[in-house]
């Protein structure tokens, strides 16, 4: 090929990188591509992904090769692509909505409602600690910006003030509403014996029951916060972003719902705070 239709080529590339339209469409794709890899990754979608490449790539041989009957069969299939991707992948999907819709500020409409005193924390954390000492299953979910209305629609309906003696009570045992999760609104119990979508992930550990999966589900598909106590060992484990953390004890349990429930201005303020110390005792250090 001659140096001018190299040229040639080059410049209409050039002069569409020069167009700042171009660079913005450029810079979007990317971040779109970007946001769809940390989504997937380390999930089940990965490997399901990589099928799908390896049938596209089937697909390109029998192109190629001019393999007929297989090409005859994987067009028919192509058919089906679109529906097949959203069954599959409906669980990172909808995550991916969830995610891109909180990072938008609607302040006239976004309520924060994950965000109450941090008195009726210690109800939450009370109420555990005591069920935690007698081995008594428990499962509560704190609602924050996402809303859970379908799933306090799908339980027993209290809208009470929230208070130990009330979760107490509620996960006894002995009374109708035990087998289930509570969902926390604000300061006020929504609604108790819910139930939750079960996680899907196949690396969890075998150990973790039917109310643990319960806790990771509502957390991935949602921005919500759980508190689970086991009824085999009594431990106490906080979920947050599908992810589950156990063997928490009173103090560690409040760090981690206040953390998790701070707004924004707080979490900032905090921050800032943690750095000062930090710089503080580095200062002293030397």
Not at 30 to 38: A, D, P
Not at 52 to 57: D, E, F, G, N, V
Not at 202 to 223: F, N, Q
Not at 247 to 274: H, M, Q, T, W, Y
Request: aromatic share 6%; charged share 20%.
């Amino acid at each position: 090929m001659s140096p001018v239709i190299v040229l040639q080529m080059r410049t209409p590339l050039l002069e569409r990188l020069a167009d700042p339209r171009q660079l913005i469409d450029i810079a979007i794709v990317f971040l779109i591509v970007y946001t769809i890899l940390k989504l997937v990754r380390g999930t089940r979608a990965v490997p399901m992904a990589a099928g799908l490449a390896a049938i596209a790539l089937l697909y390109w041989v029998a192109l190629k090769q001019q393999l007929t009957t297989l090409e005859w069969i994987l067009q028919g299939g192509l058919l089906y692509v679109g529906v097949t991707v959203i069954i599959l992948f409906q669980t990172e999907i909808r995550q991916a909505l969830t995610q891109f819709g909180n990072r938008l500020s609607f302040p006239l409409v976004r309520q924060n409602r994950g965000s109450f005193g941090e008195g009726v924390y210690d109800e939450i954390i009370l109420a555990a600690t005591s069920l935690a000492s007698t081995k008594t299953g428990a499962l509560v979910v704190i609602e924050r910006s996402v809303g859970l209305q379908n799933v306090i629609d799908g339980g027993v309906k209290l809208d009470a003030e929230l208070s130990y003696d009330l979760l107490v009570t509620i996960f006894n045992p002995a009374t109708p509403l035990h087998d289930g999760a509570v969902i926390v609104r604000a300061h006020r119990v929504a609604a108790a014996a819910c139930f939750l979508p079960l996680t899907l992930n196949p690396l969890l550990s075998k150990d973790l029951g039917t109310r643990h999966r319960a806790a990771i589900g509502i957390t991935e598909d949602t921005d919500a916060v759980a508190v689970v106590v086991s009824e085999e060992t009594g431990l106490i484990s906080f979920v947050e972003a599908g992810q589950i953390k156990r063997g928490f004890d009173a103090n560690r349990l409040r760090a981690a719902i206040v953390a998790a429930l701070a707004s924004p201005r707080e979490k900032r303020r905090r921050e800032n705070k943690r750095l000062a110390e930090t710089e503080n005792h580095e200062a002293v250090s030397t």
